[in-house]
């Protein structure tokens, strides 16, 4: 098995220990040659919890993980030789003549998937039958995960991908090439055995290439496959219980598509996806097909799309949720590697020694995403999705140029419209031989953040032939580096043309993570005999890399106080700072990798992008900016490299207006006319930190004047109260309303005091008003109501003399076509027009007072009206009581409302640590809300650690009371 071509970083064979990796030889042509010896194998590992397995081709063999027997082969199904997936297919005659058409049929293209949610082996292959000339999907799943138990066994289908698949003008069906496959397991629950909810499926993605124009690529199909029901189905005998699949074009079809090689996201998780998540597509923006330009656009670098399907549905299709493209961060851009203008898809550019005698070079598949599109829920805190490519450093039209590894984390950024943002990019050279061209790059991430995997290495030198060389990023650090190569190129095979296609070095390469500790990553590669002419064999290595002491070895810390409480605070004023120490309590160094603060508060620290060594401390210094009146929630959220990230500070205060008046209303009941009433007491406090001047001023029949022990003057010194008296002295019968005043050189003034007062014994005055109360209703804070007309009546036989009109606090005047003042005839009519200019939300009082040349002297028209804030939220908090660590909480609602007349625009909603934004609710909010609309936001639990988990959803939008925050408490068990 030549296998003096491997040069081992292990000491033999065995599990990698001390960092140290082992490897065990593949399925290879030698060995089994059934499996296909001239074709480029298209291989794929899966790493269960007992046993890792291999398919290849057309056969697959699984291997044990641990104990005596670790690496070597498992004996199942009869012996311990490769088996040919065909049996799949055929058994129990071809199940129950179910999958006639996957058994007859070689091909290169599979992948074989462990679902690390239910603990079962998933296959996947496409066919073309010739006896029918079309294509079928077929797939299989395995009853148990131990392969090794005699009950072991398969559940084969098939599905005839020509009756989804258009044909070309020539009348031809595309052919559905290179499928690649994710599992999406989302339950309705994160707690064991994960009843599974209504989108689970099994996703695969194939190009459509136009046979009859060059192989071109004209579309993409996707299809769904039901998984729950896969899982349903029964060994005796096998029923299929799962819907037909579902597929889709995504796009239509064209000459050529830009949008290639979509690749499906896998979740690497042990539990559930996060439903909010959905299940995502990525794939490669190609340049513009025209011949000449080799370029991609670099705003339009990678494709993001967001799928979902409902099994519960009458016909479920799959339905397209969103779609983002992504820049490059590279400074030329992430051009594909290879890629010519006159060549689209033969990018072939990788040199190696046969190059100078054949003209062949080694095929990155610039074009291609390789497998998998690692997804992982980063401890329930929020998707990270894992993509890797070959990309030229030094772009070029004509001459060949070096390639490196792209490797990019996507993660979602939950502001309103949410959307994929690249989280860390990584343009990676061969830590072995920086110089050399590095190609099909498979990446996983482990759940410390780290990178592993495999790819392919070429040199241009005449002895350096391509090889495989493992890899590892260390996230915390930035350290890249390599376990040795899994395949020397100093000594390795080579790709001398030996018939039209062996060019290639293989097509897939294949990294996963192993579930039993999300922190080792599993890889498989093919390599060639040194002479590939004399030797037209190829062979294929597996390697355990094992895990990375940051992932193993996790830090902790510790933050002191764990929640803040700030008093009350004026609006558009800033608190004093209050202290949040993060102290490092574990045993190795801890990186904080970002500090925010939700809604009304702010911080400033020393912690953001630092490394806390052992016993180290940093500082965060949090303040209380209140936007709007009342209780307001908060959070400081910690993200860091321990296993309880992120660390939530529960944050509280009131928001108050710069000064405040109470009561808030005063009702003198029955008073005698002509008389004063006693005096009730008032109350106007500073908030502030500052002296304030101060004005009082009563509407009407009301007086007001500094009383008490600290009576109210012309200033009010910082953060003191001082008292002022108010009486009700009547000159007419009737319920008369009223304010005092108070006016000051803060914001939000004035305040109000509102007043009331049934005046009794008297007589009436000689003008009547229509209405007797002026109402406005839901004025919006800071705007002015529509002016509300009175007509004034003059009902005595005399004339009246209107000598001033005045109104009180937030009300004013606005003028009519016939105004009130002067003489007013017996008889006669004359109109106000009242408007109202709210400063905060509630009920205020007012009036208008009339004083004229009639004996009772003056009269006083009522106003009282009602404001609200241009947008609100509602409830002011949620509480979402015990949930199990690990598991997310059904979402519950808040709605938003927009008071104002204009449409508003939302700008980003968040919620803190351990809470999730989701889509939920009647009418899911997006980027904007209709004048005087609603929406809903949904938020969900997710609690990382046991305990009480505060937090908060913090809303920015257009309008002036922003943002706004809604207290929320959870507690992890």
């Not at 998780?269 to 656009?297: Q, R, S």
């Not at 009433?677 to 406090?685: G, K, L, P, Y």
């Not at 005092?740 to 005055?765: D, I, M």
Request: aromatic share 8%; net charge negative; proline share 6%.
């Amino acid at each position: 098995m030549l296998l003096a071509l491997f040069v081992l970083a292990a000491t033999g064979i065995g599990f990698a220990q001390n960092g140290a990796m082992a490897t065990v030889a593949g399925l290879n042509t030698v060995q089994y040659g059934v499996i296909g010896q001239t074709s480029a194998p298209d291989l794929t590992i899966a790493v269960g919890t007992l046993q890792f397995c291999e398919h290849v081709n057309s056969a697959y063999q699984c291997w044990w993980k641990n104990g005596p027997n670790a690496l070597q082969p498992v004996t199942f199904q009869g012996s311990s030789n490769p088996k040919l997936d065909a049996g799949i297919w055929s058994q129990n005659n071809y199940n129950g003549m179910n999958t006639p058409h996957c058994s007859k049929n070689n091909t290169p293209n599979s992948q074989l998937l462990h679902d690390n949610v239910y603990n079962v082996w998933i296959l996947e292959k496409r066919i073309h039958n010739t006896s029918t000339g079309h294509d079928y999907l077929c797939g299989a799943i395995s009853n148990l995960e131990d392969v090794s138990q005699p009950n072991f066994g398969w559940f084969g289908f098939e599905f005839d991908l020509d009756t989804v698949i258009p044909t070309n003008a020539q009348g031809h069906y595309y052919f559905p090439d290179y499928p690649q496959s994710g599992l999406w397991q989302t339950s309705t629950t994160t707690t064991a055995p994960y009843p599974p909810a209504k989108d689970q499926a099994l996703w695969i993605s194939y190009d459509l290439q136009d046979l009859d124009n060059g192989t071109n690529t004209a579309g993409i199909l996707i299809c769904a496959i039901d998984l729950a029901g896969l899982r349903a189905s029964t060994s005796t005998p096998w029923i299929n219980n799962s819907h037909t699949p579902a597929c889709v074009l995504p796009h239509p079809i064209s000459p050529y598509t830009a949008r290639d090689n979509w690749v499906p996201a896998n979740n690497s998780d042990t539990t559930p996806p996060l439903a909010a998540d959905g299940e995502m597509f990525t794939y490669v923006i190609e340049p513009p097909h025209n011949g000449h330009t080799y370029l991609t656009d670099p705003n339009h670098t990678q494709g993001v799309e967001q799928w979902t399907i409902d099994w519960t549905a009458a016909n479920p299709v799959p339905t397209a949720v969103g779609s983002w493209d992504l820049p490059s961060t590279q400074s030329g851009g992430d051009q594909m590697a290879c890629f010519t203008g006159r060549s689209y898809y033969n990018t072939v550019c990788i040199p190696q020694p046969s190059t100078a005698s054949t003209g062949i070079y080694i095929d990155s598949v610039g074009d291609r995403m390789q497998q998998f599109f690692h997804y992982t829920s980063n401890g329930r805190q929020g998707g990270i999705w894992t993509s890797s490519r070959a990309i030229q450093i030094s772009p070029s039209s004509t001459a060949t140029s070096q390639t490196e590894a792209d490797i990019r984390t996507l993660q979602w950024d939950s502001s309103v419209p949410p959307a994929i943002t690249v989280s860390g990019d990584h343009a990676m050279t061969d830590p072995n031989d920086p110089a050399a061209y590095v190609f099909l790059p498979s990446v996983a991430r482990d759940k410390a953040g780290n990178l592993q995997g495999i790819w392919g290495v070429s040199g241009a030198g005449s002895s350096e032939h391509p090889g495989l060389d493992s890899m590892y990023y260390v996230s915390e650090t930035a350290t890249l580096g390599s376990y040795g190569y899994v395949a020397d190129p100093s000594l390795a095979g080579d790709a001398k043309d030996t018939d039209s296609s062996n060019y290639r070095w293989g097509d897939w390469y294949s990294a996963v993570l192993d579930p039993s500790d999300s922190c080792t990553v599993w890889v498989a590669g093919e390599y060639l005999a040194a002479d590939r002419t004399a030797q037209n064999y190829w062979y294929t290595e597996i390697a355990e890399l094992p895990p990375l002491n940051s992932c193993l070895v996790q830090p902790a810390v510790t933050v002191t106080p764990s929640s803040l409480l700030f008093s009350s605070q004026a609006i558009g004023t800033t608190s004093s700072p209050q202290s949040v120490t993060v102290n490092n309590t574990g045993a190795t160094a801890l990186t904080i990798n970002g500090v925010t603060a939700s809604g009304n508060y702010a911080e400033t620290d020393t912690c953001a992008g630092s490394v806390l060594q052992l016993t180290g401390s940093c500082t965060i210094r949090v303040t209380f900016s209140p936007a709007t009146v009342g209780t307001i929630a908060g959070a400081i959220t910690i993200t860091d490299s321990a296993a309880s990230s992120p660390q939530v500070i529960g944050v509280s205060g009131t928001g108050v207006t710069p000064i405040t008046v109470s009561p808030l209303l005063i009702s003198f009941g029955n008073v005698n006319v002509g008389t004063t009433s006693a005096a009730h007491t008032m109350t106007v406090t500073n908030n502030t930190g500052l002296a304030i001047s101060l004005g009082l001023a009563a509407s009407g029949e009301y007086g007001v004047s500094g009383t008490g022990s600290a009576p109210c003057s012309s200033t009010l010194a910082a953060g003191s109260a001082c008292t002022a008296g108010v009486t009700f002295t009547p000159t007419v019968n009737g319920t008369t309303r009223g304010a005092v005043t108070a006016t000051s050189n803060t914001s939000y003034s004035p305040e109000v005091v509102s007043l009331s007062g049934v005046a009794v014994n008297g007589t009436v005055g000689p003008l009547t008003f229509a209405p007797t109360n002026v109402v406005l209703t839901n004025v919006v804070v800071g705007s002015t109501a529509a002016a509300k007309t009175v007509t004034v009546t003059n009902t005595s036989t005399g004339t009246v003399t209107i000598n001033s009109i005045t109104v009180s606090g937030e009300y004013g005047l606005g003028t009519t076509k016939t105004p009130c003042g002067g003489a007013l005839a017996a008889g006669a009519k004359c109109t106000l027009a009242v408007t109202f200019t709210p400063t905060v939300a509630g009920t205020v009082y007012g009036s208008v007072l009339i004083t004229d040349n009639a004996a009772i002297g003056k009269q006083v028209v009522s106003l009282s009206s009602t404001s609200v804030w241009p947008v609100v939220l509602a409830p002011a908090s949620l509480s979402f009581g015990t949930q199990a660590v690990g598991t997310t909480s059904a979402p519950q609602i808040v709605t938003l409302t927009n008071n104002q007349a204009t449409v508003l625009t939302l700008t980003s909603a968040t919620a803190s640590g351990d809470y999730v934004v989701t889509t939920a609710g009647s009418s899911p909010c997006g980027s904007s809300v209709a004048a005087l609309g609603q929406c809903t936001i949904g938020v969900q639990f997710n609690p990382s650690q046991a305990g009480t988990v505060a937090g908060a959803l913090s809303v920015s939008h257009s309008a002036s009371n922003t943002p706004l925050a809604v207290g929320l408490v959870g507690t992890g068990q």
